[in-house]
């Protein structure tokens, strides 16, 4: 007499992560899986962390100006734990400031100046053009005049480019090279990647920030870019009134169609 076959009986599964009196009891007798913990608790415990370190951290980038300007908004302990702070960073920079303009060099000059100066700090080179007649070349001459101004501590240099290198194209300038341990660790070539002739000091602050020669929560930096930023929602805010303007006239000279 033949054994009987081997019978299987069909566990019916509808959704194992449901929470169900069956698939707790899948879950016991190991059937089905335990159920992954709720992502809920660990989200809402990420948005309340966001919330606490924007919180603590809502006076970063502030000088002492605005600072003064939050003495009835904020407990005095709490400013003045920030003023020190800002006072501190700037006399560092005060103490690492001893460069503040752009130093003209000659190719005789370069490589003391250059590459054997950035063994102590990044250097930063405009090569210009010879002729007056190039655009980039007069802008970028005077952003590095402004960035030398305020940022002290890093050495800018400029040369003409033909005296750098021989027969140097003006087309390829304005050239900015960076040096850093005695090597060059960016060049770029004309400002076509840097905002052409409407290049502003947000991008050699970029170029500075990329370069390790100042870090992204720098005050300058910080201040610039909010500065930027709320200057680009003032514009939007007036296009957004002026088309809404616009609109409501439109519709006005429509109904008048109408009369």
């Known amino acids: 007499m033949a054994a009987p076959s081997e019978q299987r009986i069909a566990v019916p599964i509808d959704d194992p992560n449901a929470d ?61 734990e920030y003023r020190k702070k800002r006072m501190a960073e700037m006399n560092q920079l005060s103490k690492k400031a001893v460069h503040g303009s752009v130093y003209p060099i000659s190719k005789p000059e370069y490589q003391r100046e250059v590459t054997d100066a950035s063994a102590n700090g990044p250097v930063f080179v405009n090569l210009t053009a010879s002729m007056g007649t190039n655009v980039e070349s007069r802008v970028l001459s005077e952003l590095w005049r402004q960035a030398a101004r305020e940022y002290g501590e890093i050495k800018f240099c400029e040369i003409r480019a033909s005296q750098a290198i021989e027969n140097y194209p003006d087309r390829n ?23 052409g002739p409407k290049m502003s000091m947000q991008q050699l602050d970029n ?53």
């Open 20 to 80: 169900t009196e069956w698939n707790d009891i899948l879950r016991k007798h190991g059937v089905i899986p335990e159920k992954p913990p709720s992502p809920t608790p660990m989200i809402e415990e990420a948005i309340l962390e966001g919330r606490r370190l924007a919180h603590e951290n809502r006076l970063e980038g502030k000088d002492l100006d605005e600072l003064d300007e939050l003495e009835d908004e904020e407990e005095e302990a709490f400013l003045e």
């Open 173 to 195: 300038c304005p050239t900015i090279l960076v040096y850093k341990n005695g090597d060059i660790i960016k060049q770029v070539v004309t400002l076509a990647t840097m905002g």
């Open 207 to 259: 170029m500075l920030v990329e370069t390790g020669a100042v870090p992204q929560s720098d005050m300058r930096i910080v201040k610039r870019r909010r500065a930027a930023e709320d200057a680009e929602d003032e514009r939007l805010a007036g296009k957004s009134i002026k088309t809404g303007t616009a609109g409501r006239r439109q519709s006005d000279d429509d109904d008048d169609d109408w009369d």
